[in-house]
């Protein structure tokens, strides 16, 4: 069955520091590949996507993701992490033979001043 | 151009009782996913409908849940009979196309007491 996977569920870091997000699908066929934030107690907000083109995309509040096909991830990266980044980041992934939006499980970031 | 909405925010029901929840999509968007949140468990699909159509329900319990997307008003997703274990937050999804970006409501908390 299809699935995304998140590996890091709960990450602690420092301001300043870097942030790397790891994000594996299972599927061998077309996909959209998708980063939402949750803020504490606010809905999913979209952070950034990819549906072709550059592998490297750009997305809001200086989040990047990198699309590297052949190992079917797609990490969230930032070079320096705010305190206001304390969310939960979910990987979401879009099949085109089902048009069905599948996250995962996410991974809840803690930033300390 | 109004977001997402859902209604109600909060929604406290005893066990045996149903619970509908509402949500109505953005403006022209005519695909709706329902998901459901429980902590520590990021966001569970359950269902994605078009206008008057179910495409996929393979994330909803066979038992007691249903949801609907009528060619008017907004898309309800109904629990009937609700039990301790349905309390959860509920969002909904929407967009304009499939295989796109998917917007998020403001999400519904159930309390079953």
């Known amino acids: 069955a299809q699935s995304v996977s998140q590996h890091n569920h709960h990450v602690i870091l420092s301001e300043a520091a870097s942030l790397e997000l790891g994000c594996n699908y299972s599927?061998?066929?077309?996909?959209?590949l998708f980063w939402y934030v949750q803020y504490p107690g606010q809905h999913l907000q979209l952070l950034l996507k990819?549906?072709?083109?550059?592998?490297l995309v750009k997305g809001i509040k200086g989040f990047e993701a990198e699309f590297i096909k052949s190992k079917f991830s797609f990490n969230l990266r930032k070079p320096s992490v705010q305190w206001s980044d304390t969310a939960e980041y979910f990987c979401?992934?879009?099949?085109?033979?089902?048009?069905?939006?599948?996250f995962g499980t996410g991974t809840r970031l803690q930033v300390f001043p | 151009n109004a977001g997402v909405m859902q209604n109600p925010r909060h929604l406290v029901r005893r066990r045996g009782q149903e619970a509908r929840l509402r949500c109505s999509p953005m403006k022209g968007h005519s695909h709706v996913y329902w998901y459901r949140q429980l902590p520590e468990e990021g966001l569970k699909f359950m269902v994605y409908?078009?206008?008057?159509?179910?495409?996929?329900e393979s994330g909803m319990p066979k038992e007691r849940f249903s949801a609907e997307f009528p060619k008017e008003g907004p898309s309800i997703l109904r629990i009937q009979q609700v039990v301790r274990g349905d309390s959860a937050a509920y969002f909904c999804a929407s967009s304009p196309s499939a295989a796109t970006e998917a917007f998020f409501g403001q999400g519904t908390r159930l309390t079953v007491v």
């Open positions: 599927y061998g066929g077309t996909v959209n």
């Open positions: 409908l078009q206008k008057e159509n179910i495409i996929d």
């Open positions: 990819y549906f072709s083109g550059d592998p």
């Open positions: 979401a992934v879009t099949l085109y033979n089902t048009d069905k939006l599948i």
